[in-house]
């Protein structure tokens, strides 16, 4: 047989990302109870953090019974709204000129975030809906401070639908900056909006306890896997595998170096793997001679360090202690034991980015498994 032929069955050149739905809703049913009996409403903006609004919303929706979704701009509603037909949909980053039409076809629920953005919708209300309002607790990042609070009139704060905010340190349990934005929202809550449901709390805030998941709570990262309460192990389950194939496997002898700007040199003859996945694909850069990949070999996970810099279309690994890796084989970057809370780790970066980046990447081969 010829040399080629063996391998040719096996060139593979594209990176793959699967999407576990099935885990997807196993997670949001599972905060579903940890938040009870506040209600769960799913974030599905940035394309669902990259992995696929469409899905994402049409799966929570039929599978998990959702019927509210936030996203950051009305023209992500406009993509899931026919998946999610009888939903609410709240976009926060608001309403302007440039998404007025969006909001007047598909009865979006605008989040208010500032007093200009008000008189706006004042002169624009659309019949039917009620708006949210964003008001500033301690983030001081976008919101209705307390000055613009005294300014609204008693009517004014009875047109709104739902008062909510956003915490800053939900992710670390005991960081005073809870109680004090808690506090401050109940304050606000009670003086101002005292017969309205509210929000305060995303994923990290779900597991802060019952005074912080008020009426509604907005989940996002957790449902994807993600720790957001990294002080506790992870009750998520991951729902994400990404692999990609290696493209070439060469000796390295000792002495030569290894990729841009020579960085990785070999103190001994080694064997490299050349993996077809970059920054181009959403791997971050700072990976470079610290990152992981995993390969499958006589049933258990063995680990290939990345040596060199990543660029943009290719890593280099060291599979000299990795039995037989062949051109056509997998390389695992993300998967239940080493997940993108580990990967991120590596990266110095924090999960939510890296999903983000790499979710959207159209390079990728993403399939969704039931």
């Not at 996945?277 to 680990?303: H, M, Q, T």
Request: charged fraction near 25%; include cysteine.
């Amino acid at each position: 047989m010829n040399i080629f032929t063996r391998a040719d069955n096996k060139i593979f050149t594209q990176p793959v990302m699967e999407i576990s739905l099935k885990r997807l809703v196993a997670n949001y049913k599972l905060l579903e109870k940890i938040i009870d009996p506040a209600m769960p409403s799913a974030v599905v903006k940035d394309d669902a953090y990259g992995l696929g609004a469409e899905k994402v919303a049409k799966t929570l929706y039929e599978q998990a019974d959702c019927r509210n979704f936030w996203v950051a701009h009305a023209v992500e509603g406009e993509k899931i709204v026919k998946s999610v037909p009888d939903a609410r949909i709240f976009v926060l980053q608001g309403i302007g000129a440039d998404s007025l039409s969006l909001f007047q076809k598909y009865k979006f629920v605008p989040v208010i975030i500032s007093p200009e953005m008000w008189h706006f919708w004042k002169k624009h209300q659309i019949e039917g809906i009620r708006p949210v309002i964003h008001v500033e607790t301690g983030l001081n990042r976008l919101g209705f401070r307390e000055s613009d609070l005294q300014r609204l009139s008693t009517k004014d704060c009875r047109n709104f639908s739902l008062v909510m905010s956003h915490l800053a340190c939900a992710d670390e349990k005991d960081h005073f900056m809870n109680e004090k934005q808690l506090n401050t929202f109940k304050n606000i809550r009670k003086k101002y909006f005292p017969d309205l449901p509210a929000s305060l709390s995303a994923s990290d805030g779900a597991f802060l306890g019952k005074d912080f998941c008020c009426d509604m709570v907005r989940l996002g990262a957790a449902m994807y896997g993600i720790n957001t309460a990294p002080y506790r192990p992870n009750q998520m389950q991951n729902i994400i595998t990404l692999k990609a194939p290696v493209l070439q496997v060469a000796d390295l002898p000792k002495g030569d170096f290894v990729g841009y700007s020579a960085t990785y040199r070999a103190g001994t003859n080694r064997k490299i793997a050349i993996i077809s996945i970059g920054y181009g694909d959403g791997l971050p850069r700072s990976l470079s001679n610290v990152g992981k990949a995993f390969f499958k070999s006589s049933s258990r996970w063995c680990e290939a360090r990345i040596i060199g810099r990543v660029s943009m279309d290719n890593i280099i690994c060291d599979v000299t202690d990795v039995k037989g890796v062949e051109v056509g084989d997998f390389a695992h970057f993300v998967f239940d034991e080493y997940t993108l809370d580990d990967v991120a780790r590596d990266a110095g970066t924090i999960s939510y980015e890296l999903l983000s980046r790499l979710g959207k990447n159209p390079r990728f081969i993403k399939s969704f498994i039931a």
